[in-house]
């Protein structure tokens, strides 16, 4: 009996104690059993809780990547908007070069050397652009090749701009020339006498006329045939009353056998302002005006220079 456990308990049905007896192998077994039992129910609540924190912390990191994608996508769209951008700009650039060449051919400014785009007419393609590439495709290569465009736009922006400045100076001084270049009829009426040599109405001898004889009714009046500034207004020996205008450039304008002059030395005056009145003042045989041109103190036919 000393395997063996005695145990007592009192029946309720009978009012009396009773008694059995159990092992102490058993009882041992039980014990253990318990024990094991209460052990594992603990380890697997502490391992369950542990479980339901993990996922719940899973379940935060999912949001988190999903806001990052979201906003990587965002970048990313912005990125590709940037790169649209500078396409844009770009084709610009090269659209305000090639009109500098037009007017540069149009003027006949020639090209400055120094100068020149520094990129192709290439830009980005549509396979760079697409909003569905991954990540990890091109997308380090296309912001490499942005800030390489950014930096060429802006040195070929510079460039053109210097370009320009210097195509405005030079198409101002074309367009003081070309205002300052004789190009219309002085007087209304027709040529008596042409440019070169001719027979003296007054000697009979073979001589230079330097200018060309516009005839019309006495009082006909003269106008200036380009801007610039009256050099002389008065009588002059054989020419009569006469208007030199000096217009700058080389360029030298005379109108003699004036009837009545109207403007005086030192006066500005500009393409069409009146100068004078037809007359046969000084050494002529009747109405009209001697219209003459010189380039550089050396005379030129006048009639190559009008245009009207």
């Not at 007592?8 to 102490?24: A, C, G, L, R, T």
């Not at 990313?76 to 844009?88: D, L, P, Y």
């Not at 040599?197 to 009046?221: C, L, M, V, W």
């Amino acid at each position: 009996m000393k395997n063996k456990i005695k145990v007592w308990f009192h029946d309720s049905s009978s009012s009396n104690i009773k008694e059995f007896s159990v092992s102490k192998f058993f009882l041992v077994s039980l014990v253990i059993f318990f024990l094991t039992f209460a052990a594992g129910l603990t380890y697997t609540g502490f391992d369950y809780y542990k479980l339901k924190e993990t996922c719940f912390g899973n379940k935060i990191l999912l949001e988190k990547i999903k806001e990052q994608n979201n906003e990587i996508q965002t970048q990313r769209v912005q990125i590709q908007n940037f790169a649209h951008e500078i396409n844009s700009i770009k084709a610009k650039v090269i659209n305000l070069a090639e009109f500098e060449s037009r007017v540069r051919v149009i003027a006949d400014i020639k090209p400055n050397s120094e100068s020149s785009l520094l990129f192709g007419t290439g830009g980005f393609s549509h396979e760079e652009l697409d909003s569905k590439l991954q990540i990890t495709q091109k997308h380090n290569s296309l912001i490499r090749e942005m800030h390489k465009q950014v930096n060429q736009i802006e040195t070929a922006s510079l460039a053109k701009t210097s370009d320009f400045k210097q195509l405005l100076k030079q198409l101002a001084k074309k367009r003081n020339i070309l205002a300052s270049t004789p190009s219309i009829r002085p007087v209304k009426g027709w040529i008596t006498s042409k440019f070169g040599y001719r027979k003296s109405p007054f000697t009979g001898q073979k001589e230079f006329h330097s200018g060309i004889d516009i005839a019309n009714r006495k009082g006909t009046k003269i106008i200036a045939t380009a801007k610039g500034k009256v050099s002389y207004a008065k009588k002059k020996m054989f020419m009569g009353k006469m208007v030199v205008i000096d217009h700058g450039h080389g360029l030298v304008t005379k109108f003699g056998h004036l009837s009545k002059i109207l403007v005086k030395r030192g006066d500005i005056i500009k393409r069409g302002d009146v100068l004078g009145l037809m007359g046969n003042t000084g050494r002529s045989t009747g109405p009209h005006v001697h219209y003459e041109i010189k380039i550089n103190g050396v005379s030129v036919n006048p009639q190559k220079y009008i245009l009207n």
